[in-house]
């Protein structure tokens, strides 16, 4: 985390290694941190990009969302608990560092911010990093990555959520949520909407004196 950037790198050089500081440090964190890892630093980077390019977002607008998706995430090398509150605080602390100005600064702490739940995003960078966040939920992998953070959550708290309160817990999430901009519900909707129905069909049998 204590490399010097080359003061003479251009800003697309700068941003993408500004990006790699980041998911570096997530390599840092347990291996029973099964969510909130590297892999889903990666995998929302990667969809907020594709979002980003959809929308034709200025070339400034893409940099700020890189760095708010690539230190989204680090304030969990400290625990979960207002992780997204640390995560915008060591951001400014890196981006001060290797002389990010305050207001590109500022504009990455709001984005990360907005991906506290309940989500509240203001500008259109910030729509499109809270659907990145959330992006599995619209995903055929869903169901496996709730199984991880469930045994995540169960790694912080020493409890393991019952089967049935997970389903409710899920299903409830899938019911309320709704992705923000028109490029997410276009292309995630309908399986979030299998993914839902799916979770019904196991409650069903919650209901019928299945698993509790």
Sequence with gaps: METL?????????RVQALCDIAQDALYLLPPQVEYHNVEHTQNVLARSMYYAAQANLPQHEKYVLALAAAFHDVGFLQGPEQH??????????????YHVCPEMTQEVQHAILATQ?????????????????LDNLGTEEFMERG??????????????????DWCERSLKLLREHTYWTSY?????????????????????YFVGGGVS
């Design 5 to 13: 950037l080359p003061p003479r790198l251009e800003a697309s050089e």
């Design 84 to 97: 997204e509150l640390r995560s915008a605080q060591h951001a400014a602390r890196i981006l001060s560092d």
């Design 117 to 133: 739940m309940p989500q509240r995003p203001v500008t259109l960078l910030e729509q499109i990093l809270c659907d990145a966040d």
């Design 147 to 164: 199984a991880r953070l469930r045994r995540e959550l169960a790694h912080y708290s020493g409890v393991l959520i019952p089967p049935r």
């Design 184 to 204: 997410a519900r276009e292309e995630r909707d309908a399986q979030k909407q299998r993914n839902a129905a799916g979770l019904e069909r196991m409650m069903t």
